[in-house]
Nanobody, 121 residues
């Protein structure tokens, strides 16, 4: 059974930092491309960052967020710096088996349940 478990979300003041983790089980982690998405109340889910052979970011977080992975630990990370109130959302990690034509912001096979990030002004 595939499981993606996010952690690290909490309440933080604007300008602060958080490190989100996503631990995967039930997949060969190193053969999967991984992504972070977020969804704020009343808004659609949006792409944040992804890592395959390269890393990809939405312009909204470029220069502030860093995606990385540790294949030995089957863990995906999202380092978030200089957080803004508009970053408030539930953050989800997602996994998609590496394949030609993969789109970083496209469909993913597996999703976690999310971790809540709240940034106060």
């Amino acid at each position: 059974q595939v499981q993606l478990l996010e952690s690290g979300g909490e309440l933080v003041q604007a300008g602060g930092s958080l490190l989100l983790n996503c631990t995967a089980s039930g997949i060969s982690f190193n053969t999967y491309n991984m992504g972070w998405f977020r969804q704020a109340p009343g808004k659609e889910r949006e792409f944040v960052a992804a890592i395959g052979r390269s890393v990809y970011y939405t312009n909204r977080v470029k220069g502030r967020f860093t995606i990385s992975r540790d294949n030995a630990k089957s863990t995906l990370y999202l380092q978030m710096d200089n957080l803004k109130p508009e970053d408030t959302a539930n953050y989800y990690c997602a996994a998609e088996q590496a394949r030609p034509g993969w789109s970083p912001s496209g469909r993913y096979d597996y999703w976690g349940r999310g971790t809540q990030v709240t940034v106060s002004s």
